[in-house]
């Protein structure tokens, strides 16, 4: 039997999910919601999808799970109208602002028996496995120091929802939710969390922020920036070694520096579009019954949204 998605919003991630879904055999999306008729239905029309309409429209369909594509701002209240109609939901990052947010509704998800994660599709991608896996198996030694930085020169422009504080806009919620969430996927939980500096744009939201993670074997520096064309990478330092992976939030290939000098590459050469990996997780996990997925728990996105409680108090 098919696995039925809807998707709620009608934007460009929704269409990189809808592709997503329809390299998958035995799943496919039956409707998109959208908060305007007209784009839903020309969304739908464009993807060959057989339904459009309200977000509640959508989910009276009964799907098996729902996508949350809309905007930043929408997303808590869009994964609260799922569980409220128990429906499973994967629900695009960041899925909550803040920490109050995010434990409200995984506490209300957890009493009505409903299946909901956050979409951190990066921690599924082979190439972020694969350099788990090596420094697990010790490739670079004794860990000493973490950097990870992804930013780039958004549209600051009239109507940019990048700088709209009413969109759910700042680099907060759109990249640095990649920076700790891929933080703590190579090193865990920190010890704590401290040294948060943030740079606001004149539009209110938080447009360049660094952050300090403090490990018991040293300190992990995160940066995003909405403002700024970073040197995009993630790094780990060890006393054997270095990895480094370039565009970590996309990251295809990274490569294994040791102390004389010598490397090792690893590239993934097979994946097309990468939302098919967390895709699989929601069918895998929905269908096992369970209410949260162990690759990215309730609990790492509500550690991150107190990470944002402290980005957001800093101002």
Known sequence: ??????????????????????????????????????????????????????????????????????????????????????????????????????????????????????????????????????????????????????????YSGPGSRFYLKELGGGAAYDLFVYCYELAEFFLGVPEKVENVAVHWASTGVDETETVTLRYLWGLATLTASIGVRLDERTVIMGDKGQLRMLRPHFGSDFVLRRPDGSEEHWQDDKTENGFVYEAEEVMRCVREKLLESPTVPHDLTIRCAKVFDMINASK
């Open 1 to 154: 039997m098919s696995f039925k998605w809807v998707i709620l919003g009608a934007g460009d991630i929704a269409v990189k999910f809808n592709d997503a879904i329809r390299r998958i055999d035995g799943a496919e999306v039956i409707g998109v919601g959208s908060r305007s008729a007209e784009r839903g239905a020309a969304f739908a029309e464009k993807h060959g999808i057989p339904h459009s309409g309200s977000y509640a429209e959508m989910l009276a369909l009964r799907p098996d799970a729902a996508y949350v594509a809309a905007t930043t701002d929408a997303h808590a209240d869009l994964t609260r109208l799922c569980i409220e109609a128990g429906i499973p939901v994967l629900c695009e990052k960041a899925m909550f602002t803040t920490s109050a947010e995010a434990e409200e509704v995984f506490a209300l998800a957890k009493e009505r028996g409903v299946f909901s994660m956050e979409a951190m599709w990066s921690r599924f991608l082979p190439s972020i496995v694969e350099m788990k896996r090596q420094l697990d198996a010790g490739a670079v030694g004794q860990v000493k120091h973490f950097e990870i930085a992804i930013g780039w020169e958004a």
